[in-house]
T-cell receptor, first 114, second 108 residues
Framework: GAGVSQSPSNKVTEKGKDVELRCDPI?????LYWYRQSLGQGLEFLIY????????KSGLPSDRFSAERTGGSVSTLTIQRTQQEDSAVYLC????????????FGSGTRLTVV | KNEVEQSPQNLTAQEGEFITINCSYS?????LHWLQQHPGGGIVSLFM???GKKKHGRLIATINIQEKHSSLHITASHPRDSAVYIC??????????FGTGTSLTVIP
């Protein structure tokens, strides 16, 4: 597709369950970002992948959160033992270079933990 | 047509200048976000506003709900303000519509 694709668009899960969120970046984009927005809050940086470099994980809120990017393309954000405070919209973005102008955001995954 | 339009796309300013970046949107919103991305860095949320005006240091964000327009102002600009500034509109379903960004370069 032409844009950044995220799936699922909506996810409702029970507290304590694990969830996986997927991001398909634009083909050829080397940089990939994960963000989240909790209700009423600004965007929160989670993790940043750039090419084959080690990812910047400085924004991950706890060790229950992890992300990987396979083959420099698709990325999966995994949340283990979900808590209610994990409920948020999780956004993925990709860009053609190292943080360069030209990024594109996906439409997000709305996660609700009940 | 994009739901969120930003202008200008590129902006070069001399240090000390007053800078304005504009954002117009066509969707109904619950909040309007201004984001900043430094070269090589992640995106930082600067402001989230649904009415009026907010100020943080040298940054000021305003929104006119009736006109569906928001502006980001930078007073006494500095080279460290050089970044991409992004306007994002969140609708009542918390779906985001992003502007294409404004690339700002402040020259010493």
């Amino acid at each position: 597709g032409a844009g950044v694709s995220q799936s699922p668009s909506n996810k409702v899960t029970e507290k304590g369950k694990d969830v996986e969120l997927r991001c398909d970046p634009i083909s050829g984009h080397t940089a990939l970002y994960w963000y989240r927005q909790s209700l009423g809050q600004g965007l929160e940086f989670l993790i940043y992948f750039q090419g084959n470099s080690a990812p910047d994980k400085s924004g991950l809120p706890s060790d229950r959160f992890s992300a990987e990017r396979t083959g420099g393309s698709v990325s999966t954000l995994t949340i283990q033992r979900t808590q209610q405070e994990d409920s948020a919209v999780y956004l993925c973005a990709s860009s053609p270079g190292q943080g360069l102008y030209g990024y594109t955001f996906g439409s997000g995954t709305r996660l609700t933990v009940v | 047509k994009n739901e969120v339009e930003q202008s200008p796309q590129n902006l070069t300013a001399q240090e000390g200048e007053f800078i304005t970046i504009n954002c117009s949107y066509s969707v109904g919103i619950s909040a309007l976000h201004w984001l900043q991305q430094h070269p090589g860095g992640g995106i930082v949320s600067l402001f989230m506003l649904s009415s009026g005006k907010k100020k943080h240091g040298r940054l000021i964000a305003t929104i006119n709900i009736q006109e569906k327009h928001s502006s980001l102002h930078i007073t006494a600009s500095h080279p460290r303000d050089s970044a991409v500034y992004i306007c994002a509109a969140a609708n009542t379903g918390n779906q985001f519509y992003f502007g294409t960004g404004t690339s700002l370069t402040v020259i010493p």
